[in-house]
């Protein structure tokens, strides 16, 4: 099931192969985004999620998430944004980057912070709020990939089709050669299981609106 991120990160501490992987697989795609809206080049995106793996590895101290000083998505994006100001200076292209996201050019590189401080953990800049979307994202992405992971692969593809997909029961009845009412039951059993993810979720994000098909 959903493991918290106090927990990843504890076991990620512990030097647990299987954490750092799942970390990876979870927030490569957030990386990315963000990235590619901070006008950086796919391969740099890439650095950008490895110099981030290696501050944390390495056990930085103003990497270290601290539960009592604010939300780990707050925490996380303080890291992604000083991590991508080093390498947008360190490739002298920081003062002429082009923002992606028109809504956010005149404000993004101000957000970015020359360097990270304790008193960094502020939710009210422009690059949060950009961070904020992209994390709500990245968190339907993962839930969604929980229930694929956990459900048998037909059970999935049923609630793929007429959860998600929108198709009428009828049709996929008689596409896989099954009863409406076994339908029913199929969507039934994901949308519990997918409550319980998302209820999991929801108890580290309680102001977040997971907009998942329930």
């Known amino acids: ?49 490895q110099e981030i793996m290696i501050g944390l590895f390495n056990g930085e101290p103003l990497l270290r998430y601290d539960p009592a000083k604010g939300k780990f998505r707050t925490y996380f994006g303080v890291l992604v944004r000083h991590k991508a100001a080093e390498m947008l200076r360190k490739s002298a292209r920081f003062s002429s980057v082009p923002a992606q996201n028109p809504s956010a050019s005149s404000s993004l590189p101000d957000a970015l912070p020359a360097s990270l401080t304790g008193d960094d953990l502020d939710e009210n800049n422009p690059f949060q709020s950009l961070f904020d979307e992209e994390y709500r994202k ?6 969604m990939n929980e229930l694929r992971n956990t459900v048998e692969s037909k ?17 996929v009845a008689r596409c896989l050669g099954i009863s409406r009412a076994a339908i029913d039951v199929y969507c039934s059993r994901c949308r ?7 209820s999991d979720i929801r108890v580290e994000n309680p102001d977040f609106n997971l907009d998942i098909p329930l």
């Open 1 to 49: 099931m959903y493991t918290t991120k106090k927990t990843l990160l504890q076991r990620m501490q512990n030097c647990d192969e299987i954490s750092w992987e799942e970390f990876y697989r979870i927030y490569w795609p957030l990386v990315l985004d963000i990235g590619r809206k901070l006008g950086m080049p796919q391969d740099n995106c890439a650095d950008l999620m």
């Open 138 to 143: 990245c968190l339907l992405s993962a839930a």
């Open 155 to 171: 059970t999935y593809a049923i609630f793929e089709m007429v959860v998600l997909q929108e198709r009428p029961q009828k049709e």
């Open 192 to 198: 519990k299981m997918l409550r319980k993810i998302v």
